[in-house]
C-alpha cells in the first residue's frame, strides 16, 4: 500500500458546460469566466453602436436608431446584446442609460413590466430629478443669484428640492412647469402628471404601483389618470414614453431587447393594433435619440410587415465560428487555467474537425471542449495522455446531440404524414437487401413511384457517410426513380454535407423542433411534383384531392370516436373514481406538507425548481400507485400495479426520474443555503460552483433515459390509451423544458433577485 499513490486530483474545466451567457450586474469589468472573441457580427454591431454613441447632435437634432442581430439558436446573440450594453455603459456618462432585457414571456405586458423593473422606482425619480434640477436652475439664471448655486445644483451636490426649500422659492409654481415639460416630453399627460407626483413624498407608492400595471387609486384618479397600463398597446406606448423621458436632455438612452422571437413569432403573430403600436415604438425611440437593440431567431423579422421592417435601418446577422475563432476562442479560455493561452490538449486537426461538426455553433463548440476536455483530463489521471482526440469528439458530439429518440422521430414523421393525408408505408423494403428498406414510403395516388424517408442519427465521419450512401444507392437501384428524402436526427459534419449535397442534390434535413414540420412538408411536396403521372389531368388532380381530404377526414373521425368512447368510459367510472382521487389529493397533500421546504426562494427561482420537481412527480407517479394499490385496491389495480413493476424499462427510467429529482431537491438546498451568505464579496463564485456541480451530475442523468415513462399513460389515466396519443409529446416538451439549461435559468433568475 506504501507504494500506491493517489491520481491527482481532476483539472478545474475552463470551458464552461452551461454554454449560455451570463447575464449579471453589468459592471465595467467583464465577468472572468466570460471569453470574448471578436467576429465579423461583433465587429459591426459595434460599430453601429460607436455611430451612434460618438455622433454628436446639434440642439434640436437628435437621431436615434435601430439594429436587429438575428440567428439561430447558439449563435451567441446573447453575448452579443450583454457586450453591446456594456459597451454603452462604459461609454455613457449615466451608466444607467443601458439596459439589457429578455423577453421571456410571450407578451409586451410582461415585457413592459420588466422594463419598468429595471429602470426600477429611484432611478425614474432620478431622471425626473434631473428635469427639476433644469428649471429650479433656470430660475435661479433669472433671479440673478451667484453661480455658486448653481454649480452644487449642476453637480448635484444639492438635490433640487433642498435648493426650493433653501431658498424659500415657490415649489408649486417650479412643479407646475416640470409636469408642462415632462407633457410636452413624453407626449402624454397622463405620465406628464404621474412622474411629477414622483417628486412629491407620499405618493411614490400609488405612482409605481399604476406604472407597474396596476390599477390607479383615488389620488390619481382625482387627478384625471384613469387608465390602467394593462394591454399591449399602452405597454409599448409606456415603453416609448420612457425612451422620452431617458433619451432627453440631449441624453443616449441604449436598450437592448433579447429573445423577441417568443412574442413575434410565425406561430403567434401579434394583432394589427400591437403590430402598429410597435411600429410607433421604433419610431419614438428614433425621435427620443434612443437606440434598440432587437435581437432573435431569424423568424422574429420575418413575421414584421414591411412597414415595420423599414424602421430597422441596420441588421446583424450572426454566422458560425470560423476554424481560426474556435482555436483563439481555445486558448483564451485555457489562459486562466494555464496561466497563458495555449491550444493543448486540442490540436489543430481536432480543432478543424470540432468546428466542422458543431457547423460552427458557439454554444455547441462550447459544449463539446467542456465534455472532451474532461475525458483528456481524466485518461491522463488514469496514467493516459492529456490529448482530446477525433474520436472523442465523436463520442461527445453523439452524446450530446440528437434531440429525440429515433422512435420519437418517427412518430413525428407519421403523424405530419397522417395529417396532411399522405399514402405510406413504415419500414419498407424496396429492392431485395436489407439496405435498400425506407423508413417511410410516401406514394402519391396520381404519380409513378414514391418518395422514400430515410432516418439516420448524426453523420461525423466516413464511415457515417459510407453507410448512408450505401442505403441511398440501393433504394435509387431498387426504384431508380423514387425521390428521397434524408432526414438527420443530430448533426452533420461540414465535409460530410458536402458529399450528401452532390449525391442528393441537396443538403440532408437536419431535425430542429422549431422548423421541422414546415421543412419536412416542404420536401415531400416537392417530391411528389418531381414524379411522373398523370399530373396534367385536372380530373386526376382533383381525384387525388378528395381522396386526400377523405383520408383527413377519416384520421379525424377515428379521433372522435376514441374521445366518445374515452368519455363515456370517464363518466361510467366518474363515481368510483371520486373517492379514490379524494384519498390521493389528500395523501398527496400531506406528502408536500411533508416534503415542503423551510426556507422558501425568491419567487422565480423557487418556480423554476418546483417546476422540475413537479414535473418528474407528475411523469412517475410512483406515490400515487403505491398509495392506490394499499387501499382496499380491486384485484385490476393490483395487476395493473404488477404489469408496471414487470416491466424493466418503467422501473429502470422511474428510478432515473427519482435520482433526478433528488439532483433537482439538493441544488435547491444548496441555492437555499447560499441566499443566507449572498452578501459576502466570494459569493458570485460558490454561486458558479453549486450550476456547475449541478451540471457535472446532469450529465450523468440523460432526459432521453426517460423516454419509457413518456410511452406510458399517467398512472392515474391509466384506463384508456387515447390520454397517451393526445398527452405523450405534451409530457414530453414539460419535463424537456422544466430539466433543460436548468442552471444557467436558475443562475439568472438568481441574478434577478439579487
Not at 460530410?496 to 437536419?510: D, F, K, M, N, S
Request: aromatic share 6%.
Amino acid at each position: 500500500m506504501s507504494g500506491s499513490s493517489e491520481p491527482p486530483p481532476p483539472r478545474k474545466n475552463p470551458f464552461s458546460p452551461m454554454a449560455v451567457a451570463r447575464i449579471t450586474d453589468f459592471g465595467a469589468t467583464p465577468d472572468a469566466v466570460d471569453v470574448a472573441i471578436t467576429t465579423d457580427a461583433t465587429r459591426q454591431a459595434l460599430a453601429h453602436l460607436d455611430a451612434y454613441l460618438d455622433e454628436r447632435p446639434s440642439r434640436g437634432d437628435r437621431t436615434g436608431t435601430v439594429v436587429a442581430v438575428l440567428g439561430d439558436y447558439g449563435t451567441g446573440k446573447t453575448h452579443l446584446a450583454v457586450l453591446l450594453v456594456r459597451h454603452a455603459r462604459q461609454v455613457l456618462a449615466d451608466p444607467t442609460h443601458a439596459l439589457y432585457l429578455d423577453a421571456t414571456a410571450d407578451s409586451f405586458i410582461e415585457l413592459y413590466r420588466r422594463f419598468m423593473r429595471k429602470l426600477g422606482r429611484e432611478g425614474v425619480r432620478a431622471q425626473v430629478s434631473e428635469y427639476y434640477a433644469d428649471i429650479v436652475a433656470d430660475s435661479l439664471q433669472s433671479s440673478g443669484l451667484t453661480s455658486d448655486m448653481l454649480d452644487w445644483l449642476g453637480s448635484r451636490k444639492l438635490e433640487p428640492q433642498e435648493v426650493v426649500e433653501r431658498l424659500g422659492l415657490m415649489e408649486s409654481a417650479l412643479l407646475r412647469e416640470v409636469q408642462d415639460t415632462l407633457r410636452e416630453v413624453t407626449n402624454n399627460k397622463d405620465f406628464g402628471t404621474a412622474l411629477t407626483l414622483l417628486l412629491r413624498p407620499g405618493f411614490e407608492h400609488s405612482v409605481w404601483s399604476w406604472l407597474l400595471g396596476g390599477a390607479p387609486d383615488q389620488v390619481l384618479v382625482e387627478r384625471g389618470i384613469t387608465t390602467p397600463i394593462d394591454d399591449e398597446v399602452a405597454a409599448l406606448e409606456a415603453m416609448g414614453v420612457f425612451a422620452l423621458l431617458f433619451g432627453g436632455r440631449q441624453r443616449r438612452f441604449v436598450l437592448a431587447v433579447d429573445e423577441l422571437d417568443k412574442i413575434f413569432s410565425a406561430d403567434s403573430r401579434p394583432q394589427k393594433r400591437t403590430m402598429a403600436a410597435f411600429q410607433t415604438l421604433l419610431q419614438v425611440f428614433a425621435k427620443a435619440g434612443a437606440c434598440l437593440v432587437l435581437c432573435g431567431l431569424p423568424d422574429f423579422k420575418s413575421v414584421l410587415p414591411p412597414a415595420v421592417r423599414q424602421r430597422i435601418p441596420y441588421t446583424v446577422v450572426m454566422s458560425g465560428l470560423s476554424q481560426a475563432e474556435v482555436r483563439e476562442f481555445v486558448e483564451l479560455a485555457q489562459e486562466p487555467l494555464f496561466g497563458r493561452g495555449r491550444l493543448a490538449p486540442f490540436t489543430v486537426p481536432v480543432i478543424r474537425y470540432l468546428r466542422d461538426i458543431a457547423r460552427g455553433n458557439a454554444r455547441n463548440v462550447i459544449r463539446l471542449c467542456h465534455r472532451v476536455f474532461r475525458v483528456a483530463d481524466d485518461a491522463e489521471r488514469a496514467g493516459g495522455e492529456f490529448l482530446v482526440t477525433e474520436d472523442a469528439v465523436r463520442q461527445a458530439a453523439r452524446e450530446l446531440f440528437g434531440s429525440l429518440s429515433a422512435d420519437d422521430v418517427e412518430g413525428v414523421v407519421r403523424r405530419l404524414l397522417d395529417a396532411d393525408g399522405y399514402d405510406h408505408l413504415h419500414r419498407h423494403l424496396l429492392g431485395v437487401g436489407g439496405e435498400s428498406m425506407a423508413d417511410f414510403w410516401v406514394t402519391f395516388p396520381d404519380r409513378t413511384g414514391g418518395c422514400a424517408v430515410l432516418l439516420t442519427r448524426s453523420l461525423l465521419d466516413n464511415a457515417d457517410l459510407d453507410a448512408v450512401m450505401r442505403r441511398v444507392t440501393a433504394v435509387r437501384e431498387a426504384d431508380p426513380g423514387a425521390e428521397q428524402v434524408l432526414l438527420v436526427n443530430g448533426v452533420v459534419a461540414d465535409g460530410v454535407a458536402i458529399q450528401l449535397r452532390e449525391l442528393l442534390g441537396r443538403e440532408p434535413l437536419v431535425y430542429v423542433e422549431r422548423t421541422f414540420p414546415e421543412d419536412f412538408r416542404a420536401l415531400i411536396g416537392a417530391a411528389g411534383k418531381r414524379l411522373g403521372g398523370g399530373g396534367d389531368d385536372p380530373l386526376t388532380a382533383l381525384r387525388v384531392q378528395v381522396e386526400r381530404l377523405a383520408r383527413q377526414q377519416s384520421s379525424v373521425y377515428g379521433f372522435v370516436e376514441r374521445l366518445a368512447e374515452h368519455v363515456d368510459g370517464v363518466r361510467t367510472s366518474a363515481d368510483r373514481q371520486l373517492g379514490a382521487i379524494q384519498r390521493q389529493l389528500g395523501a398527496l397533500a400531506g406528502d408536500a406538507a411533508l416534503r415542503a421546504p423551510a426556507d422558501r426562494l425568491p419567487g422565480e427561482v423557487e418556480q423554476l425548481f418546483r417546476d422540475a420537481v413537479d414535473a418528474l412527480d407528475d411523469l412517475t407517479q410512483v406515490d400515487a400507485m403505491f398509495g392506490e394499490a394499499f387501499e382496499h385496491a380491486p384485484t385490476a389495480t393490483q395487476e395493473a400495479v404488477h404489469r408496471r413493476l414487470r416491466m424493466p424499462e418503467f422501473t429502470r427510467a422511474a428510478a432515473q426520474a427519482l435520482m433526478m429529482q433528488r439532483a433537482v431537491q439538493a441544488f435547491r438546498a444548496a441555492v437555499s443555503q447560499w441566499y443566507r451568505s449572498a452578501g459576502d464579496p466570494d459569493a458570485e463564485d460558490r454561486l458558479e460552483a453549486l450550476c456547475v456541480i449541478y451540471d457535472d451530475i446532469a450529465e450523468f442523468l440523460p432526459l432521453f433515459t426517460l423516454e419509457p415513462l413518456f410511452s406510458l399513460p399517467p398512472w392515474s389515466a391509466r384506463a384508456g390509451n387515447l390520454v397517451t396519443g393526445v398527452n405523450q409529446g405534451a409530457r414530453r416538451t414539460r419535463v424537456h423544458h422544466a430539466l433543460r439549461n436548468l442552471s444557467p435559468r436558475v443562475r439568472r433568475a438568481v441574478d434577478r433577485s439579487t
